[in-house]
């Protein structure tokens, strides 16, 4: 009989992986068999350095601009996160071989921007600034044609807005508590405004929050796994807080534990972000199994089935 204290771990589904990051993933991994190493990537593919770490040893090159990638064959992936129009241009102007793995349903929101802009309405885009999301989403259209807010204080203070002329679009890895928040304040302030038919936060970052949601409350504590820089990752951690959940942390590896945060707990809620592999999930429960005897219920509350198709230029290659 073992020694060590018990500990039931609820164990968040869906969790981990999206449909987004595995098209994305596999896009650079087809590209480099396709067309052999290197394959250029610009930007984190997304935002997970164990992934990008494993990539760079298959034989892709992480860039930050188009300027870093040298002419001659070799193709340029665009991360799922989604690009400013400039940069396909760019790839364009100088026939590189550009592969976008931007995520159909980041596509989505560009192509509603781009339809809301060319009925000539103004479009607000709520989202966090600097994320490479709101970065791309900013970037397809002319600079001006979008105003960026981030809380529901944002909108109170916009100022020369015509609100006979307005429209809105979200990034799709926000909290989904604060994105109706703010879209209430734009509503409230701008009654005609209008807004995508189907919410722009994505299925996946809907689901995972919603698996932590049921949760939360029943945890002593919570493991979200994920990068410090991943949108819905940061957002599960957040979500549980909010929820009733007394500590929550996000941690990439185990070796990044807070086990200060982590005493006399008798419950444990885990979950992944969208960009965290499983393997990670599984590393995280080994360190507490080191520690615990674990008793591991899987609460599901969703189920996905949703993938999507390669882009274009990879897709001969899939027999
Ligand atoms: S989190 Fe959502 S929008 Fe982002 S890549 Fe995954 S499915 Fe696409």
């Given amino acids: 009989m073992s020694d060590k ?12 992986f999206c449909a987004g990051v595995v098209r994305a993933i596999n896009t650079v ?21 164990y992934v990008v770490e494993s990539l760079k040893t298959k034989g892709a090159i992480f860039v930050k601009e188009l300027d870093e990638v040298p002419d001659g064959g070799q193709p340029v992936v665009f991360s799922a996160h989604g690009v400013p129009k400039d940069v396909p241009a760019e790839a364009d102007r100088r026939s590189l071989l550009a592969i976008d793995a931007t995520c159909p349903l980041v596509k989505k929101v560009h192509l509603e921007a781009e339809l809301h802009h060319r009925r000539n309405l103004k479009i607000i885009l709520v989202g966090h600034k600097g ?18 807010v981030q809380t529901p204080e944002d909108v109170e203070n916009l100022t020369g807005v015509d609100e006979s002329n307005l429209a809105y679009v979200t990034q799709t890895t926000l909290s989904i508590d604060d994105m109706s928040a703010v879209v209430a304040a734009l509503q409230a302030r701008y009654p005609q405004i ?21 949760i939360a409350a029943k945890a002593d504590a919570f493991v979200a796994v994920g990068s410090p820089n991943s949108s819905n990752s940061q957002r599960l951690k957040e979500v549980a807080e909010r929820n009733g959940c007394p500590s929550s942390q996000l941690v990439l590896r185990a070796e990044d534990l807070d ?23 599984e590393e995280i429960l080994n360190a507490f199994a080191e520690k615990y005897e674990l008793d591991i219920e899987t609460v599901t509350t969703a189920t996905e089935d949703v993938s999507f ?10 027999v």
């Fill in 131 to 148: 994320h490479p999301e709101v970065v791309g989403t900013l970037g397809q259209l002319p600079k001006g044609s979008i105003i960026l």
């Fill in 29 to 49: 991994e087809h590209a480099l068999r396709q067309f052999g190493a290197p394959v250029y990537v610009r930007h984190e593919i997304v935002h997970n350095r």
């Fill in 194 to 214: 209008v807004g995508p038919h189907r919410q722009d936060i994505c299925y996946a970052t809907t689901n995972r929050q919603e698996a932590v949601k049921a």
């Fill in 259 to 281: 086990w200060s945060k982590l005493q006399n707990i008798r419950t444990l809620g885990v979950t992944a972000g969208a960009s965290a592999p499983e393997v990670l999930v």
């Fill in 309 to 318: 198709p390669l882009p274009r230029q990879l897709r001969e290659e899939v």
């Fill in 5 to 16: 204290p018990s500990l039931k771990v609820l164990l968040c589904a869906p969790r981990g």
